[in-house]
C-alpha cells in the first residue's frame, strides 16, 4: 500500500489522527462501519448464529509487495538481467505504444517511487491483496512477444495493476497509528480515530464474510505501515460469558446499551502478501495472528459493540476492505491514474494474454541466486525468500507435480 495512492483514490486512508479527547463515549460499533456491514448485506448481527469458524475457499496467492525503496517493479531479484518494467516496455514498444508509456506510464511511475522510496514498508502489498483473490496464480514461466515472464514476475504486473485500477470497494476502520504517551487509565488510545476496527465489527466480518465466500484483506498494522493481507481463515479459540462484576462494571462505562458480555479468543489465518517472491506449491507461508476481545450485547444477544483486551488493544487491524475484480471487468480495463487518466491503454488485456501465453522452455532454475544487493530493507515481518539455486529447484519440480 503507498501513500501516493491514498492520496488518489482512498485519501482518506491517510487522515491524521484527531484532536485527543477523553475516551468517555459509547464505544458501539460505529456509524461508517455499521454502513459496511449494510452495503454487504451482512444484518444478521446475532453473537450465537454466527459461525465459531470460516474458511475461504478459493486459493489465495501468496506475494511480494515490490517495495518503492528498492524500484518497486524496476527492481531485478534473483540478480535478473531485466526488471519487470523493463519486459513489459518492450511489449509496448513492439506493439506501438511508445509515446503512451514513454510519455505518461514511465514518468508517473518515477513519480510515485520517488515519493514513497523513504518508507521501506512502502510498496504494492494493496494490489497484491486483490489480485490475489481475483486471479489465478501464475505457476510457470511464459513467453508472450518473445519475451520470458516468470511468476514472480507476472504477480508484480498484476500487483501494479490492481494497486491502482479503482474498483468498487468497500472498508471498514481507518488507517491512523497509535502513540505510546496518549493512552487512556484502560491501556487503549484516547483518540477515536487510532481504535481502528470495532472488535464487534471485526468478529461479524470475519465470519459472515468468509462464511458468504466474500474476499477481502486486513490491514494488520495499527502503526504507520500498512501490510494488507488476505484472509484465508478465522476461528474462535474460546468463548465464555464475562461474569466478572467489577470488570463488567467498567465495560458498562463505554456501551450502556449492553446488558451481556463475551469474551473471546480467535485466531486470523492470512495469505503472505509481503514477503513470497517465489511461491513453492505445497510449502505453508499463513501470516497468523490471535486477538482477545470482549463482544458487547443486547438484549436480543446481537453484538452491538466491543472492546479489545490484553495485547490486542494495540495490535489489531487498522482496517478491513474488499475490492474483488471480477475477471469480465479487469480483461477490459486501462492501467489508470489520477482522475481516471490511462497510464498504460488495453493493460488488462496484456495481462489476460500473460495468463493464456504458452509455457515458456526456460526454467525457473536458470534464475540466479539471489542478489545480495538486493536488500528488502523490512523487519517488521520475517524474510520467506528462495536463497539458492537447490531452492529454486525445488519451486520448479513443486510446479511441475501441480
Not at 486501462?334 to 493493460?347: H, I, N, S, W, Y
Amino acid at each position: 500500500m503507498t501513500k501516493f495512492i491514498v492520496f488518489l483514490t482512498l485519501g482518506f486512508w491517510l487522515t491524521q489522527c484527531r484532536t485527543i479527547e477523553p475516551s468517555s463515549e459509547k464505544e458501539a460499533l460505529p456509524s461508517e462501519e455499521r454502513t459496511f456491514l449494510s452495503n454487504l448485506n451482512v444484518y444478521d448481527k446475532t453473537y450465537a448464529h454466527l459461525p465459531l469458524k470460516a474458511e475461504h475457499k478459493g486459493a489465495l496467492w501468496n506475494g511480494y509487495y515490490w517495495p518503492y525503496s528498492q524500484g518497486s517493479i524496476k527492481a531485478k531479484p534473483f540478480g535478473a538481467s531485466e526488471s519487470p518494467f523493463a519486459k513489459i516496455k518492450k511489449i509496448y514498444y513492439m506493439r506501438h505504444m511508445k509515446e503512451a508509456f514513454d510519455s505518461q506510464f514511465e514518468p508517473w511511475l518515477d513519480r510515485v517511487i520517488n515519493f514513497n522510496k523513504e518508507e521501506s514498508w512502502s510498496g504494492i502489498c494493496t494490489g497484491v491483496a486483490k489480485a490475489s483473490f481475483s486471479v489465478k496464480v501464475p505457476t510457470v514461466p511464459v513467453t508472450l512477444d518473445g519475451v520470458t515472464f516468470y511468476p514472480h514476475e507476472i504477480k508484480a504486473l498484476f500487483a501494479l495493476f490492481f494497486n491502482f485500477t479503482e474498483n468498487k470497494s468497500y472498508i471498514a476502520g481507518e488507517r491512523a497509528e497509535w502513540q505510546d504517551d496518549v493512552l487512556d487509565d484502560t491501556g487503549r488510545p484516547r483518540a477515536p480515530a487510532t481504535r481502528d476496527t470495532n472488535p464487534g465489527t471485526f468478529h461479524i466480518a470475519m465470519t459472515e464474510l468468509l462464511s458468504r465466500q466474500v474476499p477481502f484483506f486486513v490491514d494488520v498494522s495499527n502503526r504507520e505501515p500498512v501490510l494488507n493481507f488476505p484472509v484465508k481463515k478465522f476461528e474462535v479459540l474460546s468463548s465464555l460469558p464475562l461474569t466478572d462484576k467489577a470488570k463488567i462494571e467498567s465495560l458498562r462505562n463505554f456501551n450502556r446499551d449492553a446488558v451481556s458480555w463475551m469474551q473471546v479468543k480467535a485466531r486470523l489465518t492470512m495469505a503472505d502478501s509481503h514477503r513470497v517472491i517465489l511461491e513453492v506449491p505445497g510449502r505453508n507461508y499463513d501470516y497468523v495472528q490471535e486477538y482477545d476481545y470482549i463482544l458487547e450485547l443486547d438484549g436480543e444477544g446481537k453484538i452491538i459493540g466491543g472492546e479489545w483486551q490484553g495485547e490486542s488493544q494495540m495490535q489489531h487491524p487498522d482496517l478491513i476492505a474488499t475490492g474483488q475484480f471480477m475477471e469480465s471487468e479487469w480483461q477490459k480495463k486501462d492501467l489508470t491514474g489520477p482522475g481516471g487518466k490511462v497510464l498504460l491503454p488495453q493493460f488488462g488485456a496484456f495481462l489476460d494474454e500473460l495468463m493464456k501465453a504458452p509455457p515458456s522452455s526456460e526454467k525457473m532454475s536458470e534464475l540466479k541466486e539471489e542478489n545480495p544487493d538486493y536488500n528488502l530493507g523490512f523487519k517488521l515481518v520475517g524474510e520467506v525468500l528462495p536463497k539458492d539455486a537447490k531452492i529454486l529447484n525445488q519451486v520448479e519440480q513443486a510446479h511441475a507435480t501441480h
